[in-house]
């Protein structure tokens, strides 16, 4: 892609009527709910599967069932959006996931598991193309950083809580499936009941190929495909790994809970970080750190507190990479196209995502438990380099910034950011970027 400029969007945000928290409180707290019963849904998937003696083979391509489902369902709710509203399909997605959630625990087959996890994977999908395309409309590029990273915290954390639920349940009966459904049909309530005026308006969104989205912003197009492919295998092995090393099932719901916590704790200063210092950089920085601490899991074990601690430095430093390529594709495409850069971003995360896994159980089919986290390391080794790549390929205007000007939370990054661009790039960003040169 050398010499394609990455045009930028227009700076101005839209209008926000009233308190940016007022018209997402309802969002948010149904996401929360929705991604709770997922996350304890996910776990049940994993262990369930090893207790029915399926082949990690077959795990992994259930695994990639669920984000083979985002590659449809990211286009389809795109469609829908612009014929219904964030609304309706937000709640008719969140009635299909429950069913088929409830069916999983009802028919115990690895052709009828590949076919469902399709269909969550759908499911899933359209909520994160609803919630993205309700966020960015509603957010400018001053600020998007740091509202998609409340977005970040909201679903990890509700995700990490879920998997915490695990714990005492019997992933044998019915009952986890059923506290999971529950869990997403009570999501609906406070995004039906909202105001009229909190999602925004119908409209019918602008249309951008992929091929488009590649030459105005190849960066976020690369990024968003290989962190799929790192949270995919992470996020659809992980409990499988923890059986696998022998942990119990308390010790599996905290340990593939940890990385949400980690998530909690870092996806905000990560991604206000990358509103005052390049996201690229930032980005490098984190993929990093990430694949650092899958190289000390390696050495010491899954377990203890030292095995959770890792986890979650692994989780928070990978899981606002998404954030950081969304925030950084919305820098510079036209805000008339945003709902249409959000579902490709989806469709190429998911895309990622449905490799990441068939990768991870082929890796540990191979070097046994330990190939989880070598997939980890290498994946994550990958980003920081193609970032690396990025962020000398396109240069940009840009301004040194002293320690004095940047937040308390981009702060951590400072150094680190300053050695990876050589002390050339660290910069305030403008009001209008300018072209990549």
């Not at 998937?45 to 083979?57: H, M, P, Q």
């Not at 964030?86 to 009828?112: E, K, N, Q």
Request: aromatic letters at 8%.
């Amino acid at each position: 892609m050398t010499g394609t400029p990455e045009v930028a969007a227009d700076p101005d945000g839209p209008a926000v009527p009233g308190s940016l928290a007022w018209a997402t409180w309802a969002l948010f707290v149904g996401l929360a709910a929705m991604l709770a019963g997922a996350g304890l849904f996910g776990t049940l998937v994993g262990v369930r599967g090893d207790l029915e003696g399926f082949a990690v083979s077959v795990i992994g391509i259930i695994s990639a069932a669920y984000y083979a489902g985002f590659l449809i369902g990211s286009r389809l709710a795109l469609h829908a959006l612009g014929q219904v509203g964030h609304i309706r399909v937000y709640a008719a997605l969140a009635s299909i996931l429950a069913a088929t959630i409830l069916a999983f625990g009802l028919v115990v087959s690895p052709p009828a598991w590949v076919a469902m996890r399709f269909l969550t994977g759908l499911c899933l999908a359209g909520q994160y193309v609803v919630a993205e395309s309700w966020l960015n409309q509603l957010t400018g590029n001053e600020n998007r950083g740091r509202l998609l990273a409340v977005y970040g915290l909201v679903t990890t954390g509700a995700f990490g809580v879920g998997q915490l639920m695990f714990g005492p349940v019997d992933p044998t009966a019915l009952t986890g499936f059923a506290v999971a459904a529950i869990l997403i049909c009570l999501a609906v309530a406070p995004v039906a009941l909202s105001e009229d005026a909190g999602p925004p308006a119908i409209t019918v969104p602008g249309r951008m190929s992929l091929r488009e989205l590649m030459r105005i912003v190849p960066t976020g197009v690369g990024a968003s495909l290989l962190v799929g492919i790192a949270h995919g295998g992470f996020l659809g092995l992980s409990a499988l790994y923890a059986v696998r090393a022998g942990l119990d099932s308390g010790e599996i719901a905290r340990f593939v809970a940890a990385p949400m916590i980690g998530g909690l704790l870092l996806q905000w200063p990560i991604s206000a970080a990358s509103d005052d210092i390049d996201r690229r950089a930032v980005g490098v920085v984190a993929a990093g750190l990430a694949a650092v601490a899958a190289g000390l899991l390696l050495v010491t074990g899954p377990e203890g507190w030292t095995g959770l601690a890792l986890m979650a430095a692994i989780g928070g430093n990978s899981y606002p990479l998404y954030s950081i390529a969304g925030a950084y594709t919305n820098d510079w495409v036209p805000a008339s196209k945003i709902t249409a850069a959000a579902s490709q971003l989806v469709l190429l995360y998911g895309a990622g995502a449905m490799i990441g896994p068939i990768v991870a159980a082929l890796m540990m089919s191979v070097m046994g438990v330990d190939g989880f986290l070598w997939t980890v390391i290498a994946v994550h080794v990958a980003i920081a380099t193609f970032l690396t790549y990025r962020f000398f390929a396109y240069r940009v205007a840009l301004i040194r910034r002293p320690w004095s000007d940047v937040s308390l939370a981009a702060r951590p990054f400072y150094i680190p950011v300053t050695v990876v661009s050589m002390g050339r790039r660290l910069r305030a960003r403008p009001a209008r970027p300018s072209r990549d040169r």
